[in-house]
Every structure is written in C-alpha cells, then in structure tokens.
C-alpha cells in the first residue's frame, strides 16, 4: 500500500524567499504524482501534475519534480508571497486510486 | 479544464439522520469516481472507488452499509451517509477518473461539510 509523507508538516518564511516541500512515498509504481493546495476549510486546487512519463513540470513561480528511483518529489515555490499561504498536498497515484500526504501548512509572513 | 461539482456545500443534520452528497462531472465523462474523507487538520483518506454500473470498493475500515455509493451513470455518483452519528461529521471531498480526450487525470470537487449534531 502507498504510503505518502510531506516534510516539513509546517513551515513558516518571510516574503520573497525560495522554499521547497517535500514528498515521499513508499512504492516507486507510481503513475501520477501530483500537488495540490488547499485553503482552509475549502476544496483542493489542483497545482501541478507529472504523469508518469514526466520528470517535472512548471507553472507561473511553481515547479515540481518527481525522481521515481529515490521515491521523492519536490515542489518549488519561487518569490512567495503571502498569499501563498496554504496547506500544500502531495498525493501519488500508484495504479488506480490517489494516496495522500498529511501536507505542509506554508505561510508566508509580509 | 474539467469541473466537479458537489452538492450541497455544507450540511448540518441530526444524529440518526441520512444525508446524501452528489458528485457531478459536468462536462466529462467519468468511468471511476472516488470518495474521500477529511478530518479537521488531516488529510484525505480514500472510502471508495466507484465505477459506473457497479458496486463501489471500500477501503479497509471504511463501513459499506453505513456510507452507500451509487454511481448510476457517468456523470453522477451518490454518496448517503445512513444513521449519521457525530463522529460522521468531516469534510467530505469526490473526485471523477475522465476517459478520452482528458487522460487519466483526477478532477477534485469542492468539498461538502457535513455536521452532525
């Protein structure tokens, strides 16, 4: 069974810095790994996803890498800004169903 | 994109009341819909996976008599929570699987928040 773990579970920056979220899972099958964030109390909006034949993807100040080898994925969050301030989730598609991480509650203080 | 949709938004009910949660593709076709729960400051945990036309697969600890799911067409899954209890009160959150032209990719709803009191 998938097991899926975000490190840090929270993670507090000023403005303007470059951070990175961590995500690991345990079976290496994975087809889809993908990031989402979540506001409180809200839904998932979904960020980022690479496919299984993918390595990374980008949009706007976010990038996402996925190495199956290692079992690890990064997300990347270029110049943040508080309203970047979120709950960010990683959740891995082995085959079939999407297993997620605890997530890392991000805030960003102006 | 895709868009799901779930309704209601919000519920608050009596304890040994039933509610139902509709999932919605709306402009897609979905052949697997699933079912997630979340808790305050958790995250989300699988209850099932549904195909179209038949029965839903649980996931370990989650009781099929007490969450039925009907997926009876390809753009609507139903998920009735029977005799809610307090402990039932969560975030409940579905995705839709689409075929074709979208890929495999998931496509989240927005979360129905059911209180019981």
């Known amino acids: 069974k998938q097991e899926v773990t975000q490190i840090p579970a929270a993670l507090s920056v000023p403005e303007g810095e470059n951070l990175v979220l961590n995500c690991s899972f345990t079976?290496?099958?994975?087809?889809?790994l993908q990031w989402f964030r979540q506001d409180p109390g809200k839904g998932l909006t979904s960020l980022l996803l690479?496919?299984?034949?993918?390595r990374e993807q980008t949009s706007g100040r976010l990038n996402a890498s996925l190495d199956k080898s290692s079992g690890r994925s990064t997300l990347y969050i270029a110049a943040s800004q508080p309203g970047d301030s979120a709950t960010y989730l990683c959740a891995g598609e082995p085959k079939g169903d999407m297993r997620f991480g605890a997530g890392t509650r991000l805030t960003v203080k102006p | 994109g895709a868009v799901v949709s779930q309704h209601p938004s919000w519920v608050i009910c009596k304890s040994g009341t039933s509610v139902k949660i509709e999932c919605r593709s709306l402009d897609f076709q979905a052949t697997t819909m699933f079912w997630y729960r979340q808790f305050p400051k958790q995250s989300l945990m699988l209850m099932a996976t549904s195909n179209e036309g038949s029965k839903a697969t649980y996931e370990q600890g989650v009781e099929k008599d007490k969450f039925l799911i009907n997926h009876a067409s390809l753009t609507l899954s139903t998920l009735t929570v029977t005799s809610a209890h307090p402990e039932d009160s969560s975030f409940y959150i579905c995705?839709?699987?689409?075929?074709?032209?979208?890929?495999?990719?998931?496509?989240f709803g927005p979360g129905t928040r059911l209180t019981v009191l």
């Open positions: 995705s839709a699987r689409a075929s074709g032209r979208l890929g495999n990719e998931q496509f």
């Open positions: 079976d290496s099958a994975i087809y889809n």
């Open positions: 690479i496919q299984s034949s993918q």
